[in-house]
T-cell receptor, first 109, second 116 residues
Framework: GQNIDQPTEMTATEGAIVQINCTYQ??????LFWYQQHAGEAPTFLSY??LDGLEEKGRFSSFLSRSKGYSYLLLKELQMKDSASYLC??????????WGAGTKLIIKP | GAVVSQHPSRVICKSGTSVKIECRSL??????MFWYRQFPKKSLMLMAT?????????EQGVEKDKFLINHASLTLSTLTVTSAHPEDSSFYIC????????????FGQGTRLTVV
C-alpha cells in the first residue's frame, strides 16, 4: 500500500528552528509537496521537490532524499503565524497526490 | 498568481436535501480540477478528478450518484451532495491544476458542510 508518515504534533518556540520530517512509501514518485494549512482553511502550497537536495525559499526550506523515501521541511525564525498544520504529499506513478495526515505545529512565545 | 474560488465557504442543510458547491478558476483555465474531503485531524481524501467536458473519475469507495460532479467549462466545476445525511458533514476542498504545470498548487477556500 501507499503510505505517508509524519509526526502528529510538534511544539517549538518563537524565533527558533523546527524540522518536520516526512517518510513515504508509494508506487512511483513524481515529486513531493509541502503545504501549510491553518485551521478551517484550505492548504496553501509551500514547496515542491523532485530531485534530491535542499530547496530554500525564505524562512522555509525543504529537503528530499529519494533513495531513503524521506523529506523534511525546515522552518527558521519561527513566528506565531507559523502555527498551522503542515501536510506532506507525494505524487505517485499515476500523478495522483498521496497525502500525509499532517503535522500540527504549535508555536509558543 | 492563479486563484481558485470556492463557494460557499460554509453551508448548513437539512438531512435529505442537496447541496451544490462551486469551484472556479478565476484567472486561468483549469482542464483538471480535484475534489477532496477532509475529516478533522485527518488527511485530505481525494474523492474525484474532474475533467472539463467529460465524466469525472471517482476514487474507490466514493458514490458517484451521491456526489455529482460537473465540469461544464474550463473555469467551473461543481460538486453536488445529493440527499445529504449527517455523515456527509465534512470539509470539502477543490483544487485546480494549471495546464502544463506539475504542481497542484491552487486550492479553493474549502466548504464546511454541516448536515442537520
Amino acid at each position: 500500500g501507499q503510505n505517508i508518515d509524519q509526526p502528529t504534533e510538534m511544539t517549538a518556540t518563537e524565533g527558533a528552528i523546527v524540522q518536520i520530517n516526512c517518510t513515504y512509501q508509494t508506487s512511483g514518485f513524481n515529486g513531493l509537496f509541502w503545504y501549510q494549512q491553518h485551521a478551517g482553511e484550505a492548504p496553501t502550497f509551500l514547496s515542491y521537490n523532485v530531485l534530491d537536495g535542499l530547496e530554500e525559499k525564505g524562512r522555509f526550506s525543504s529537503f528530499l532524499s529519494r533513495s531513503k523515501g524521506y523529506s523534511y521541511l525546515l522552518l527558521k525564525e519561527l513566528q506565531m503565524k507559523d502555527s498551522a498544520s503542515y501536510l506532506c504529499a507525494v505524487k505517485d506513478s499515476n500523478y495522483q497526490l498521496i497525502w500525509g495526515a499532517g503535522t500540527k505545529l504549535i508555536i509558543k512565545p | 498568481g492563479a486563484v481558485v474560488s470556492q463557494h460557499p465557504s460554509r453551508v448548513i442543510c437539512k438531512s435529505g436535501t442537496s447541496v451544490k458547491i462551486e469551484c472556479r478558476s478565476l484567472d486561468f483555465q483549469a482542464t483538471t480540477m480535484f475534489w477532496y474531503r477532509q475529516f478533522p485531524k485527518k488527511s485530505l481524501m481525494l474523492m474525484a478528478t474532474s475533467n472539463e467536458g467529460s465524466k469525472a473519475t471517482y476514487e474507490q469507495g466514493v458514490e458517484k450518484d451521491k456526489f455529482l460532479i460537473n465540469h461544464a467549462s474550463l473555469t467551473l466545476s461543481t460538486l453536488t451532495v445529493t440527499s445529504a445525511h449527517p455523515e456527509d458533514s465534512s470539509f470539502y476542498i477543490c483544487s485546480a491544476r494549471v495546464g502544463g504545470q506539475v504542481t497542484e498548487a491552487f486550492f479553493g477556500q474549502g466548504t464546511r458542510l454541516t448536515v442537520v
